[in-house]
């Protein structure tokens, strides 16, 4: 909604008058305007578009998840580095039912600017795996397999990682 510069002033500004608001002994009036203000921060590091789309997506709407994600004309310039990675994370989720390719291209620009959570990296580390076998690139496969293996920490994706390794023994 607003770009993240815009959201860090109205931060600072709201900040300022909590301060004011203290000074003039209106005390409840100034911890609730400092509240107001850590929305701004927090929305500074969490975009609320892609938070929107994340909440389409776990109800599997494609189309809906896509229309939020959308509405954020230019990722480079809007979004902070770890917010770009769950943008193009999100993109590669939605195209990986349809086109590997392009959802390959997604994935791994992700992985390249980083996903802060190591569950969601693994998880797009799987699916890379996945569109390398799809690929016949057995090696990459393993390599990636591995890696989200490393980053699997409470073994959410084992019988993910488990299938794959057997359809690779197919191959």
């Known amino acids: 909604m607003f770009n993240k510069v815009y959201k860090l002033i109205i931060a600072g500004l709201l900040v300022i008058l909590a301060i004011w608001q ?17 929305i701004f921060v927090f929305l500074y590091y969490k975009n609320e578009m892609i ?18 994600l959308d509405k954020i004309k230019d990722p480079e310039k809007a979004l902070t580095q770890k917010q770009q990675g769950y943008y193009w994370y999100l993109h590669g989720l939605m ?10 291209k997604f994935f791994k620009r992700a992985v390249k600017m980083g996903l802060s959570m190591k569950q969601d990296l693994a998880m797009a580390k799987l699916n890379l795996a996945g569109i390398a076998m799809t690929k016949r690139r057995k090696r990459e496969a393993q390599i990636l397999l591995q890696e989200a293996k490393k980053l699997d920490k409470h073994n959410m994706l084992d019988e993910q ?8 023994k197919k191959i």
Do not use: C, H, Y
């Not at 195209?95 to 390959?104: F, G, L, Y």
């Open 95 to 104: 195209v990986s039912q349809t086109n590997i390719t392009q959802a390959e």
């Open 161 to 168: 990682i488990k299938m794959m390794k057997q359809q690779m």
């Open 51 to 68: 938070l929107m789309a994340f909440l389409r997506l776990r109800k599997q709407d494609f189309p809906g998840a896509k229309k939020w």
């Open 22 to 38: 203290f000074f003039e002994g209106n005390i409840g009036n100034g911890i609730f305007i400092l509240l107001l203000s850590g």
